[in-house]
């Protein structure tokens, strides 16, 4: 394959695609290898023929999402914006839907809330930091369930700086929004792009280096030769790739632990379904952690439900709680859908470990991106891509 593309992408997630613009805008030559069928990662929106979609993984961009947006404004995508509309969240406890309000004792809330002027998040785990503000209780019984909704998984040791954080808004962007055909549309423009070739079903299964740059050898036998190599794929994937010439980069990213999520998607009519307008439901301790609807972008004929499960509960069990929880019948789902994917769960002395990955980088002609660098937020694997495609374009003159 050809021997003169300037950077070979591995992984088309968001980070993959966002790192392959910006170095594709700049004039570069860019061939994205993806493992899937199709580009996305967790970006997975469940397209129908009649032209319903909903989402199986990422769900939300947010006004406040700036360098994300800087790539939504060169693509020209803003007329494809959709705004979402509000509808409350509802906590599942012991098989009722309640409000998040009616579950706090706002007694231990109001004797709690002082700490914020005098905690400090740095060093301190996400139950630690966020325990104190609220109070023990409503920790147990309402936000630890609330945030490991966010990454399908418990927070409790989460870097209490790494999950929350506060970023300028746009004023001329909705707070909320995604675009019709749901988010996923973002990263099909993306890999539409000018300078930028996406193959999928792509699995780079082994790499090595080569005068002065890097062969990847793809699933099959196929050899593809670049000057520069990025990769953009979960830790542990990255790691094994890494291990026989970066072994200092692989041992670090081989400390990161990821957590699998196992998703199912239902479809049901909406005049079947008795569950009121929701966002998403959040259960107190369950095999799921989190319901995420399209009742924000509500469709007339169709309501959608997408479970986020931990690993290993069977499908059979998986579909019979979805059945519990939304009072629906198997035989009244018109569509379900199963997509499985991973997270990274991360622990007091991250920073420590992206600080050695990014001491042996420079001139390596080797760029890491992903979800593990700032956060686990699309906007932190933006703002990473960024500076990963800035060191490329200084280091490919
Ligand atoms: C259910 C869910 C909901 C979320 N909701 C939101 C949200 O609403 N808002 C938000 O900001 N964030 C959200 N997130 C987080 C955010 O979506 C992710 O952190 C982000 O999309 C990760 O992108 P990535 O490109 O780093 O990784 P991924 O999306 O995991 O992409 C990695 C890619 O690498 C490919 N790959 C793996 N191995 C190989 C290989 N050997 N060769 C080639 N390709 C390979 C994979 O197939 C995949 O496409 C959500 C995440 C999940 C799972």
Known sequence: MSENLDLVVLGAGISGLCLAHRVARAGRKVLVLESAAEPGGC?????????????MGAHTLYNSYGSLLAIVDE?????????RQKAPFR???DGKLRSISSQLSLSELFLSAWHVFTERKQGRTVAEYY????????WTRVFAPLFAAVPSQPT????????????PRRKDIPRSFTFAGGIQTLTDRIAAGPGITVQTNAKARTLARRDGGFVVEIDGGDRVVARRLALALPAPEAAGLLAPFAPEVAAA??????????SVGVVAEARQVALPRLAGIVPVDDTFFSVVTRDVVPDEHLRAFTFHFRAGVSLDERIARICAVTGLGRDQFAYVATHATSLPSLSLGHAGLTEEIDRHLPASGLYIT??????????DCSLRSAKEANRALAELV
Request: proline letters at 3%; hydrophobic letters at 45%.
């Open 43 to 55: 970006f997975r929106s469940q397209r129908q023929p009649a032209g319903f979609w909903f989402e």
């Open 75 to 83: 693509l020209g995508l803003h007329d494809r914006m959709l705004t």
């Open 91 to 93: 906590l599942l406890v």
């Open 131 to 138: 325990g104190k503000l609220v109070g023990r209780k409503n």
């Open 156 to 167: 409790d040791s989460f870097p209490a700086e790494i999950l929350f954080k506060k970023r």
């Open 253 to 262: 990213l081989a400390r990161i632990q990821v957590a699998k999520i196992e």
């Open 370 to 379: 992903g979800n593990y660098f700032g956060g686990l937020a699309i906007e």
